[in-house]
């Protein structure tokens, strides 16, 4: 097991490189660069600008610096934050998108699977039918308008929750970002426990054990969970990199300080720095989640573990 | 102990903690400013949020009052020699930056100095130009600092010399690009100076948390000269660049002030909060500029055709909602040091239905009909507002015999296109930098051709060139006479608007919503409101 992984992080050096390669390339041949804005900078100041983020140089030239300060784990100065260099805004933010990220991922397996669950052992009767409507809810309605929904109903109607803003060490201000996060998540699971709980409850390996005179408790835990979870720890991967990837609306309405936002407007105003040490970022996290995900079903199923 | 001591020593243990707390429990002020600071340096912001954050932690010579009109602020007094080239400023006794040392007239020099430095390549360095030898040193023909016509005499005496009289002088000098810095504190932590724990400032706040994405806060400074008088004692700069959860955090109480609301937003403001929505106008235009360096749009018919059939009156009312007044000139209705009548073209009071008849008969003069169509594309910035008046535009010149393609493209790439000249019509919108005409008469000059031989519009994306405007505003600018100056300004104006040089189309408002609890903000042409000026109550 640890040769496999091993194996895995050696085969995630290229990717990395090629990762970097293409993004910077791409990047600089995307019309428009950090310093077109509203207003048009004199001659000599671009000059000096580009000189200062050596945009002056040859692309080359300007590529292996920037792959020369990767290697030594510097991703350079931002070019819109201005007053922070990339690493360090990344180092400021990583810790509290991950924080959001991973507990609105504990907060939606947990719910998802519950649901799921229920909806399966009372399937085609009313608590089916109402938890198979209400996990479209999230799944139809985009989060933006979701978190604007119970901004106004929890924030400003019923004045539960704070609407909005981060105040260091006040949770009360995460649980409805961390809610909003979640839903979409928790609705997926929930329905991937729900099919293949159904499934798993129709094979002949269940009706033997209820034949047999197994309690329905006892067949659920001991026999039709573990099956049933497989195809969802298989989403779990990709699930929780959406989740930490894809904090930008959250963050951005909730005004919180993560790095889900860089990866969007970092990208519009051509902040090459930033975009490229989020992007490198993101894959690291991506291919470690995978990692995870492939040992872990190694674990669920023998027959991936035979092979 | 009888019941009643007892009952005596709780309540007054309950009056003193009561009373404790509320002597310590500080007045904040929480302000929805709207985006990220990219950054707290003055020599590297340009927006308004960034503006909001650096005026409070920063004082110029000349600070803001209530209106945002000049007063002194780290200058007690200054006079001003009579051909109006030299101003010497008297330094307050008891200006001292927030770690106790006093504010000299070198850390203006230094400001200076700093601000025109090559090497900083400060965006905004142009705003003090008028300052003798700055636009050398900014190009590097001058390296010798010590040339810059800004001299310490004495620790409390600053003495600016500028290359000729320049009337708005005292305005540009509010600006950010003139506040002073601390050159002991930049050079020992380097970019890392602005980051809280490092920075030092001069102003009424001090800036002591700043949290990426989310807030900047600042509190009272008791070094400042004016401490006493401040009623706010915190500051929260508020992330709001979401501006529709920013007004439901307004709703809910959380934020005292918004810098900005939807404008689709503006009827229930009025409905449920009346009086809080602030709606005043502001210093800027809002035009589409046309390319004449290639047809069709270097025919002036075609220009005046496009322009005369925009129905500019329903723009702000209907499209945007917020009643944006319409725009005929250039220069922004308010703007200071231009004495004398607005411009209005004549066909701005014709009714609409003629100016249509007269757009389609100079088209069809040119060979486009509506059968034969002028195909046009207008580009903008993404934004639901730009996208909204280019579409009524764009239906607007249907009728004439124009067919548009409409392009929208991110900022950065709308603006790389504008600058290069690769476009025909395009969305653009100018903030007034300081209180007057040239500020936007300006942005219509020829191009300079530099050393390279390239010629570099600038800001003029639509390559307007007329050597008589070029003329009379160079005139303006060396005319010490202020009326004379806005008199040739205004001739200047009336000769780019009758050559239809672009197309304004409104006058851009303000629009701020402030709670009841708040005093101490009035709107102004400038929508810049320093908190020194604020109270908030409970």
């Known amino acids: 097991m640890i040769a496999y992984a091993f194996r895995r992080v050696l085969s995630a050096i290229p990717i990395v490189f090629l990762t970097i390669t293409v993004c910077f390339f791409i990047l600089r041949l995307a019309p428009g660069g950090p310093f077109d804005g509203e207003r048009a900078l004199p001659a000599n100041v671009l000059k000096n600008l580009r000189a200062h983020y050596n945009l002056d140089q040859p692309i080359l030239t300007q590529f292996f610096i920037y792959v020369g300060g990767v290697l030594q784990g510097d991703f350079g100065p931002s070019m819109v934050m201005e007053d922070f260099t990339v690493s360090r805004l990344l180092s400021i933010g990583l810790p509290f998108t991950l924080m959001l990220g991973f507990t609105a991922f504990i907060v939606g397996t947990i719910a998802g699977l519950v649901a799921g669950a229920l909806a399966a052992v009372n399937q085609n009767r009313w608590p089916d039918y109402l938890l198979v409507f209400v996990v479209l809810i999230p799944l139809i309605i985009p989060n933006f308008l979701m978190a604007n929904l119970a901004q106004l109903i929890f924030g400003v109607y019923l004045g539960w929750l704070p609407v909005g803003g981060y105040r260091p060490g006040s949770y009360i201000n995460l649980v409805m970002p961390i809610i909003i996060l979640a839903m979409p998540h928790g609705a997926r699971v929930a329905r991937l426990v729900r099919g293949s709980m159904i499934e798993v409850l129709g094979t002949n390996y269940i009706r033997t054990a209820r034949s047999k005179g197994l309690g329905a408790a006892l067949i659920l835990t001991r026999h039709a969970i573990k099956p049933a979870l497989l195809p969802v720890v298989s989403y779990l991967g990709p699930g929780l990199s959406y989740l930490l990837t894809g904090s930008l609306v959250v963050e951005q309405i909730f005004a919180l300080p993560g790095i889900g936002k860089y990866f969007i407007t970092a990208a519009l105003n051509r902040d090459y720095g930033l975009v490229l040490g989020t992007t490198i970022l993101y894959v690291f996290i991506i291919l470690a989640l995978n990692l995870i995900v492939d040992v872990l079903y190694a674990w669920l199923d023998p027959k991936v573990r035979l092979n | ?538």
């Open chain 2, 1 to 538: 102990m009888k019941f009643t001591q007892v009952f005596k020593a709780v309540a007054t243990a309950g009056a003193l903690a009561l009373m404790m707390v509320g002597s310590a429990s500080a007045v904040t002020l929480n302000l929805g400013n709207g985006g990220e600071p990219g950054s707290l340096d003055p020599h590297k912001v340009s927006g308004d949020w960034e503006n909001r954050i650096v005026g409070e932690y920063l004082e110029g010579l000349v600070a803001e009052d209530i209106k945002a009109d000049p007063i002194p602020g780290q200058a007690e007094s200054w006079t001003i020699s009579d051909d109006g080239t030299v101003y010497t400023f008297k330094l307050r006794a008891d200006a001292k930056w927030s770690d106790g040392v006093d504010v000299t007239a070198q850390n203006f020099v230094d400001a200076f100095q700093r601000l025109f430095d090559p090497k900083t390549a400060a965006e905004y360095a142009y705003l003090q130009f008028p300052i003798k030898n700055s636009t050398k040193i900014a190009a590097g023909e001058i390296t010798d600092f010590s040339q810059l016509g800004v001299k310490a005499i004495d620790d409390k005496t600053l003495e600016i010399t500028l290359e000729a009289s320049t009337p708005y002088f005292l305005q540009a000098l509010t600006h950010y690009t003139a506040y002073p810095i601390r050159k002991d504190i930049i050079e020992k932590f380097g970019d890392q100076w602005t980051q809280p724990g490092n920075i030092v400032g001069n102003g009424p706040y001090n800036i002591t948390e700043w949290v990426p994405g989310s807030y900047v806060k600042a509190v009272k400074s008791d070094t400042y000269y004016d401490a006493a008088d401040l009623k706010i004692d915190e500051i929260m700069f508020e992330n709001t660049e979401d501006l529709t959860a920013a007004l439901n955090r307004y709703r809910a109480g959380e934020l005292d002030i918004l810098t900005d609301f939807p404008s689709d937003q503006y009827q229930l403001l009025k409905d449920q909060y009346p009086g809080q929505a602030h709606v005043a106008p502001f210093l800027g235009v809002y035009y589409y500029v046309m390319n004449q360096s290639k047809p069709p749009l270097n025919d002036v018919n075609i220009r005046k055709a496009l322009s005369i059939s925009v129905m500019r009156d329903v723009i702000g009312p209907d499209v945007l909602g917020t009643g944006e007044l319409p725009a005929y000139g250039w220069v922004p209705p308010g703007t200071g040091n231009y004495d004398g009548a607005a411009y209005a073209p004549a066909w701005s009071t014709e009714p609409y239905e003629q100016r249509v008849e007269e757009a389609k008969a100079l088209m069809a003069a040119a060979g486009y009909t509506p059968e034969k169509p002028l195909k046009l594309q207008l580009r903008y910035n993404t934004n639901d507002n730009h996208q909204r008046i280019a579409v009524a535009i764009s239906d607007m010149w249907k009728q004439i015999g124009v067919e548009v393609e409409l392009f929208n493209a991110e900022t950065a790439v709308h603006y790389d296109a504008l600058n290069a000249g690769d476009f025909q019509v395009g969305r653009a919108g100018w903030l007034l930098d300081y209180n007057d005409p040239s500020n936007t008469l300006d942005l219509l000059k020829t191009g300079v051709k530099g050393t390279d031989g390239v010629v570099n519009w600038g800001n003029n994306y639509g390559r307007y060139s007329n050597a008589k405007y070029d003329e009379l505003m160079n005139q303006a600018s060396s005319e010490l006479d202020l009326v004379k100056r806005a008199g040739l300004m205004h001739q200047a104006e009336a000769l780019a608007m009758d050559d239809f040089a672009s197309i304004p189309i409104y006058w851009y408002v303000s629009k701020n919503v402030v709670s009841p609890k708040i005093t101490g903000f009035e709107d102004n042409a400038k929508d810049i409101n320093r908190i020194r000026w604020m109270t908030k109550s409970e």
